[in-house]
């Protein structure tokens, strides 16, 4: 299984998508020969297009204004720009490496496109919130644009509809009545994750075990729960002729779409070539799209059902459904709206967590009422996030309008990508920023209910919707984890890079070996 990042996956996959085009284009780029020439037997003749590629750029086309004062460039090839710079799949570290050498704020070229890149806290919060109404629109790989229709709440453009659906979800299903609603729900999540841990370890208590595997099993049945009001065991999907199970379903609203959400289309890049077919990437995010359509029906359908025999359930759908809202929605809108909800859906450090818990809870279960006053959980999962942000570069904005940033300026058409990673990276933000230390958010200045300590849950008016929830899950799980279970990494697992996905991954998942306390 997959990365599932419950109520915020659309940012996630924004982001990722364009992360991945990067690499699809580079590997254009290569093939053409405009990279490193290579001999390949099966390739395609695509010298045509950098002839037209070429041509189009020399007439103007592609070129974006100049300005005298804009943002410092990092040089790049003729054409591609710099896309044969980000090959790999942490661009997040490049774009850090870049900003010691041109600074917080740099423009680069991805083919026809340019895009500036912010780097430190200091500037994203800049665009994020002073400058937001020149920067408020999504810029949208082909991908995304097909598979959200652009009616998803973290995709959409700001505006009546986006702010009507945020209002719906953080209403139903993400606010602070709703996750009050949604508690029970929460807490029997982390029960289960903790029973199954047990069984484990009883069966086999020296093997290591893949802690990734269980824990998004049970998150995927609470976001069911939360948009369906039940933890759908199968469905009869009628175009597929047969009825399919949970682990299908997740296959086919989860997996699949991310996969296919960082599925590149190097037209994105040079869209003066948008005539050319690109059949593969065509057939694959049709397939997707088709997939995820019915079975999201046949799930909408049968809660329907439900609905209608005079069964009403505590669940996202329900709000959804009721008269004055689904007047408002079409059916397309609703089956987005509710796939998104279920998409989105060192030793020292654990004994001093433990001292803590044992502290202020004896051998009573963690609940959520217990973490206003456990300030230490509350820092390490701030300083978790700091370190490993679930979405190291935040979903692609298009400046609209001429503005400035950090003193720069800013040409309307141009993109905009902010490096998480480097924000929570910048010295001038953070004391030591490279070392793990909880102990930076116990200071002066952080409040224990305060959720944007960090990047990671964005800033301005697209902050994160489900960051309540996400703080409740994981500050919850990680005690309850940490208060019944001494853990230990397999050996050699100590220091796994991160990579880049449809959100940022362990190059391999966490294998931990367990102790009952």
């Known amino acids: 299984m997959e990365a599932f990042v419950p109520g915020g996956a659309g ?109 430190s806290t200091e500037v994203a919060k800049e ?68 029973s199954t841990l047990h069984k484990l370890v009883s069966l086999d208590p020296h093997s290591p075990l893949n802690f990734r595997d269980v824990y998004i099993n049970e998150l995927f049945s609470l976001s069911l729960i939360q948009s369906l009001g039940e933890d759908v065991r199968s469905v009869y999907v009628e175009e597929f002729g047969r009825e399919i199970s949970k682990d299908e379903i997740f296959d086919v609203l989860v997996h699949e779409m991310m996969m296919c959400a960082v599925e590149a289309d190097w037209r994105d890049y040079f869209p003066y070539l948008s005539w050319l077919p690109n059949k ?60 998104e909800s279920i998409l989105a859906a060192a030793d020292t450090v654990l004994e001093l967590l433990y001292q803590e818990i044992r502290e202020v809870c004896g051998g009573e279960a963690v609940t959520e009422d217990d973490l206003p006053r456990l300030p230490y959980l509350n820092a390490v999962f701030h300083e978790t996030l700091r370190l490993h942000s679930p979405v190291p570069v935040l979903p692609p904005r298009f400046v609209h309008d001429d503005t400035t940033l950090a003193g720069y300026d800013v040409a309307a058409g141009t993109q905009m990508m902010i490096n998480v990673y480097a924000c929570h990276m910048d010295e001038k933000a953070w004391e030591s920023p490279g070392e793990w230390s909880p102990e930076r958010f116990l200071g002066e200045g952080f409040e224990v209910a305060d959720r944007y300590k960090t990047m990671a849950f964005g800033a301005g008016r697209r902050t994160c919707a489900g960051s309540l929830q996400a703080m409740n899950i994981a500050c919850v799980a990680v005690a309850r984890l940490v208060q019944e279970l001494e853990w230990r990494l397999r050996e050699g697992d100590g220091d796994k890079e991160d990579t880049m996905q449809f959100t940022a991954l362990k190059l391999d998942p966490l294998h931990v070996h367990l102790k009952p306390r």
């Not at 995304?144 to 995709?155: F, G, H, P, W, Y």
């Not at 990437?281 to 359908?301: G, H, Y």
């Not at 929605?329 to 709206?337: A, E, P, R």
């Open 11 to 119: 940012a996630a996959a924004a982001a990722m998508a364009a992360v991945g085009g990067f690499v699809a284009a580079a590997a254009l780029a290569e093939r053409a020969g405009v990279i490193a020439p290579r001999k390949r037997p099966n390739a395609p003749p695509v010298g045509g297009f950098v002839a037209a590629a070429a041509l189009a750029e020399r007439a103007g086309v592609i070129a974006p204004r100049k300005r005298s004062n804009a943002p410092p460039a990092v040089p790049g090839l003729p054409i591609i720009g710099n896309l044969h710079q980000l090959k790999e799949k942490k661009p997040h570290q490049t774009f850090a490496k870049w900003a010691e050498i041109y600074g917080p704020i740099y423009t680069i070229r991805t083919g026809a496109s340019s895009v500036v890149v912010l780097n």
């Open 127 to 194: 665009a994020m919130i002073d400058k937001f109404s020149s920067i408020s629109t999504r810029k949208l790989p082909k991908a995304m644009s097909v598979l959200t229709r652009k009616n998803m709440v973290a995709i959409s453009d700001y505006g009546d509809y986006q702010k009507m659906a945020k209002r719906n979800i953080m209403i139903g299903m993400l606010g602070f009545n709703a996750q009050k609603q949604f508690r029970g729900t929460r807490e029997r999540m982390i029960s289960n994750v903790l």
């Open 280 to 339: 593969s990437f065509d057939t694959i995010v049709s397939t997707t799209e088709f997939r995820r359509d019915a079975v999201m029906n046949a799930l909408i359908k049968k809660q329907k059902e439900r609905i209608a025999r005079g069964e009403a359930r505590a669940s996202y759908i329900d709000f959804l459904l009721e008269a004055e809202r689904s007047a408002q929605l079409t059916d397309d809108q609703l089956m987005l709206l509710l796939s």
